[in-house]
């Protein structure tokens, strides 16, 4: 079963709908099938009218009855995988519609900050560095201040910055650039910053796959995410 939708706020009950009716669908009766009456009826049909002078052979009977089995067992195999599938799109819906609306650590350099607030991320340490460090720039690309966050491990480093610059003052409120490097091999590399940002939508794919509209970010797909606030 396939479920195309966007999930926003206010919208989550029509991608349920769209659930309910897939699986109602799935669970409709289908026309032309044989059931295990009919073909034991139609096998002792046959069994009454063969010919006697050349009767069909014990095992061709063992190998009809052994086929119908295994058709009976993958079909029965079949809906039990259509139902699991079915609740495992609702389950994602549900996942989906309480993402909207939340904040999710995502990769970004660039973040609206108010002043008097501060900002939480997180950094992709590619390798272990005796130091990292992070410079914060205005949206005139001015240097508004430096975090010695020392040495780090390869993996992820998370970061408060206060929101005040070098000074100590709070900055205004504006568009501010964050910029990670690390000493690695005696030499400074640009490391992946994650910022907060909020979900106002989620688009649901094939398979259930997840897709976040990230605000200011664009389109992510779940597995992008560092954490969920």
């Given at each position: 079963m396939t479920v195309s939708n966007t999930i926003s706020s206010g919208t989550s009950n029509s991608v349920m709908d769209a659930l309910s009716i897939d699986k109602k669908k799935a669970e409709e009766p289908k026309k032309n099938e044989m059931g295990q009456d009919a073909f034991l009826e139609l096998l002792v049909t046959q069994m009454n009218n063969q010919n006697p002078l050349n009767p069909q052979d014990n095992g061709e009977f063992v190998a009809q009855l052994a086929q119908f089995s295994s058709v009976e067992g993958i079909t029965k195999l079949n809906t039990q995988m259509?139902?699991?599938?079915?609740?495992?799109?609702?389950?994602?819906?549900?996942?989906?519609?309480?993402?909207?609306?939340?904040?999710?650590?995502?990769?970004?350099?660039?973040?609206n900050v108010a002043t008097g607030s501060s900002v939480k991320g997180i950094?992709?340490?590619?390798?272990?560095?005796?130091?990292?460090?992070?410079?914060?720039?205005?949206?005139?690309?001015?240097?508004?201040?430096?975090?010695?966050?020392?040495?780090?491990?390869?993996?992820?480093?998370?970061?408060?910055?206060?929101?005040?610059?070098?000074?100590?003052?709070?900055?205004?409120?504006?568009?501010?650039?964050?910029?990670?490097?690390?000493?690695?091999?005696g030499k400074a590399a640009a490391q992946t910053v994650n910022l907060p940002a909020n979900v106002n939508s989620v688009t649901l794919g094939k398979g259930g796959a997840m897709t976040l509209n990230v605000e200011g970010v664009g389109a992510m797909s779940l597995e992008s995410v560092k954490e969920i606030l």
């Amino acid at each position: 079963m396939t479920v195309s939708n966007t999930i926003s706020s206010g919208t989550s009950n029509s991608v349920m709908d769209a659930l309910s009716i897939d699986k109602k669908k799935a669970e409709e009766p289908k026309k032309n099938e044989m059931g295990q009456d009919a073909f034991l009826e139609l096998l002792v049909t046959q069994m009454n009218n063969q010919n006697p002078l050349n009767p069909q052979d014990n095992g061709e009977f063992v190998a009809q009855l052994a086929q119908f089995s295994s058709v009976e067992g993958i079909t029965k195999l079949n809906t039990q995988m259509e139902t699991m599938s079915s609740s495992f799109q609702s389950s994602t819906a549900l996942q989906a519609s309480a993402l909207v609306g939340r904040q999710v650590l995502v990769p970004g350099d660039a973040l609206n900050v108010a002043t008097g607030s501060s900002v939480k991320g997180i950094i992709d340490v590619a390798s272990s560095t005796s130091q990292l460090t992070m410079n914060v720039y205005s949206d005139k690309g001015v240097l508004v201040d430096q975090e010695i966050l020392g040495s780090a491990g390869e993996g992820t480093k998370a970061f408060t910055w206060d929101g005040k610059d070098s000074n100590g003052n709070p900055v205004p409120t504006g568009k501010y650039t964050f910029k990670a490097s690390a000493i690695i091999d005696g030499k400074a590399a640009a490391q992946t910053v994650n910022l907060p940002a909020n979900v106002n939508s989620v688009t649901l794919g094939k398979g259930g796959a997840m897709t976040l509209n990230v605000e200011g970010v664009g389109a992510m797909s779940l597995e992008s995410v560092k954490e969920i606030l």
